[in-house]
């Protein structure tokens, strides 16, 4: 097939112009994404099955078809090439420049990689990525978030900090988006300022799949994303090199030089090449990009980037030097937001209750889940209310709808599959979302089991679950982290859920003991479905001003999505799916009995 626009270029090194692969074939696809939209995506194949697979995330306004020249500079005989089209760009579904955020559009890129693995046949294990400006953030997001076992990442230009030259800018979008409502911004960003070469300047204007426009909305989670980025890089280990243009008129290149040097990868390189503008590779000495790209990525795929190493990630590393921070006296700013709290705070309800049974409960999160502000007096109400309102709760509110969604399809999958359906959660709490679930599929048999280790969370779920007339559902008292106990249960799990739990506890080895219990007790093919916490912006508040369940400061310890997910892979599951909030904090991901 041929592109929607004609792109020059030179090849690697020699000058001339590259000609078209003789060993790649080019075909044009469609995926739909697990909220319905269309993703359209171009492929590009080697004749002979491909061993490993390079994914291409192109920069705003832009579209698959702008990477045909740079996958005919980088044409390898055993490796295969995917371009997505973003939604709300090119041929892919939705309203052009928009999302419903960018959360959205991050989740977007693990269902694309996972459905090109799957249909392609090759695995995320020997899988690279290639990004440009917008895509770069959305690529190391993803990878930051969903921590997919690749094999490394180029971004390229990165826009961690975009140029936007209007004074107050940002507060002022957000000020528009606040009382005025959704809206877009045209890009300013011409064709000149973009790159040397007047061929693909002629090219980028006359392109019908590009266009100016980018969400507000989009623009703002841009923003906060990359900060969330800049300031959490250290959880990112896989090899990264970041190229940054040394003439670029749309993003800045200091953001791009700190974000590599807080990465947590031992391997990683940045790069400024002196005198490119913003579209690297479509300059007119896009030769030397290609070079350096091609160089990275193949020392990428001679060696395996190896995750073990996180699983003692509880004794040593960023993580645990912020726990330890948090854990010493300090944070004397706060001194006056707990006084609040403990005193006329008390007139919330949901703040009351946190005293009384620890933040972290599970009655505490049952509250948060009916979110209903209540009160002694309005000022009490109004507490309540900006107490249920914060952005963790809100997180946790998102993690309720994704463990629901992905626990009720793990339920109909497991009774498609011909296996009967036993749920067990070992740290039900109320048991809320679960007994919500069953009561939604009636028509399904099953039984359940909620166990927790205080009896009054079991007698509030006990209370739940006759209310709902469920008798299949029963409660049991128990240690979530008794090894012996799990591997014992009795009729064996098929799908097991352990949420909220393991977060709580910044040691390794009783998750490991939890989860080896887990995997005894179920037989190949069975689910897990658990949380993580990857991310807080309130953890040091949390740490200096909240109490957990024992009454002392609720200080946690942040797992990488990357630990977790190896500490479940090491108990013998394989992650299938994961589902996170719009703003980075709480995953739920799926994995299955190996």
Not at 388 to 412: D, M, P, Q
Not at 571 to 577: E, H
Request: with cysteine.
């Amino acid at each position: 097939m041929s592109s929607a626009n004609g792109e020059g270029g030179t090849a690697r090194s020699t000058g001339h112009p590259a000609p078209p692969s003789e060993r790649l074939r080019e075909s044009e696809h469609v995926m739909t994404a697990s909220d319905g939209a269309t993703i359209h995506y171009r492929a590009w194949l080697p004749e002979r099955a491909a061993s490993k697979a390079v994914l291409l995330f192109h920069r705003g306004h832009e579209h698959s078809a702008r990477w045909q020249r740079t996958v005919a500079d980088l044409r390898s005989e055993d490796t295969a090439f995917f371009a997505w089209d973003a939604r709300g760009h090119g041929r892919s579904s939705g309203e052009r420049g928009g999302a419903p955020h960018l959360g959205r559009v991050i989740q977007d890129a693990d269902e694309f990689a996972r459905h090109v693995s799957a249909t392609h046949g090759v695995p995320l294990q020997d899988t690279a990525v290639l990004a440009h400006s917008v895509g770069a953030v959305v690529a190391a997001a993803w990878v930051h978030d969903f921590a997919p076992p690749i094999r490394g990442m180029v971004l390229v230009t990165p826009a961690f900090r975009v140029k936007l030259y209007v004074p107050f800018a940002i507060p002022a979008l957000r000020f528009r988006q606040r009382w005025i409502g959704p809206g877009e911004v045209k890009s300013y960003v011409k064709s000149k300022v973009l790159t040397h070469d007047p061929e693909q300047r002629r090219a980028y204007d006359a392109d019908p799949l590009i266009f100016r426009q980018i969400a507000v909305n989009i623009l703002l989670d841009l923003n906060d994303t990359s900060k969330r980025l800049l300031e959490d890089a250290a959880a990112i280990t896989v090899p990264t090199l970041v190229l940054a243009a040394g003439s670029d008129w749309v993003v800045r290149i200091d953001a791009q030089r700190r974000f590599v040097e807080r990465l947590g990868s031992s391997s990683k390189r940045f790069e400024v090449l002196p005198g490119f503008f913003h579209a690297m590779f479509h300059e007119s000495r896009r030769s030397e990009v290609i070079v350096r790209v091609q160089r990275f990525l193949d020392s990428c795929f001679v060696s395996r980037h190896d995750r073990k190493a996180l699983l003692d990630a509880d004794k040593h590393g960023p993580m645990r030097d912020e726990f330890d921070r948090l854990s010493r006296p300090g944070g004397f700013m706060f001194v006056p937001s707990r006084a609040f709290l403990r005193s006329v705070g008390r007139l919330s309800t949901g703040v009351a209750l946190g005293w009384k049974s620890g933040f972290d409960s599970g009655l505490t999160l049952d509250y948060v889940y009916e979110n209903r502000a209540r009160g002694k007096t309005p000022l009490g109400r109004l507490i309540d209310a900006n107490y249920l309102g914060s952005i963790g709760w809100r997180g946790i509110r998102v993690r309720r709808r994704n463990l629901e969604e992905l626990l009720r399809a793990a339920i109909l999958s497991t009774r498609d599959e011909g296996r009967p359906v036993h749920l067990v959660d070992i740290a039900a709490g109320a048991g809320r979302y679960v007994i919500e679930v069953i009561r939604s599929l009636p028509d399904v048999e099953m039984t359940a089991c909620l166990r927790d280790y205080r009896q009054a969370n079991l007698d509030a779920a006990a209370k739940r679950a006759a209310d709902a007339g469920l008798q299949q559902v029963t409660t049991h008292l128990g240690d979530a982290f008794d090894e012996h106990a799990l591997a014992s249960l009795t009729p064996a799990p098929t799908i097991a859920i352990v949420s909220g739990l393991y977060e709580l506890f910044p040691e390794n080895e009783p998750v490991r003991r939890s989860l080896r219990g887990l995997a005894s007790a179920m037989a190949p093919g069975t689910r897990l479905i658990y949380t993580n916490q990857p991310w807080h912006p309130q953890v040091e508040f949390i740490a200096r001003v909240l109490t957990n369940r024992e009454g002392r400061p609720w200080v946690m310890r942040r797992r990488t999505q990357a630990e977790m997910d190896e500490l479940v892979r090491a108990a013998g599951f394989v992650k299938q799916t994961q589902r996170i909030d719009q703003w980075g904090i709480f995953s739920v991901s799926v994995a299955r009995r190996a």
